[in-house]
Structure formats: structure tokens, C-alpha cells
């Protein structure tokens, strides 16, 4: 991919935004499953491959 714009600063800080967005929101996930003692569905809380631009 020869992309100019995929190694900007402003696009890279984004890409990585959003990586701590889905990880914060994974672990969130998980304490909480811990912490109330649910069981958690690894299929079902999979996540869904970014949508291909």
C-alpha cells in the first residue's frame, strides 16, 4: 500500500486511539464479567474485523 497519508502523525495517533478504545472496552468487559461472576462467550463477545476501507 503506498498510502501518503497512512504515516501521519494525526492518522497514527488516531489508528492507536482507537486500539486503546477496543482494548479499554475488552478489559472493561472482562472485569465486569469477573467481578458480577458471568461467564463469558468468547464467540459472542468477539470482535468484528474493522470494516475494510
Known sequence: MTDIEKN???ARARRYANVGTRLGGT???MAGARF???TLDRG???L???PAR
Open 36 to 38: 458480577f461472576g458471568v
Open 48 to 50: 468484528a474485523p474493522p
Open 8 to 10: 501521519r502523525f494525526t
Open 27 to 29: 478489559a472493561a468487559r
Open 44 to 46: 459472542k463477545n468477539a
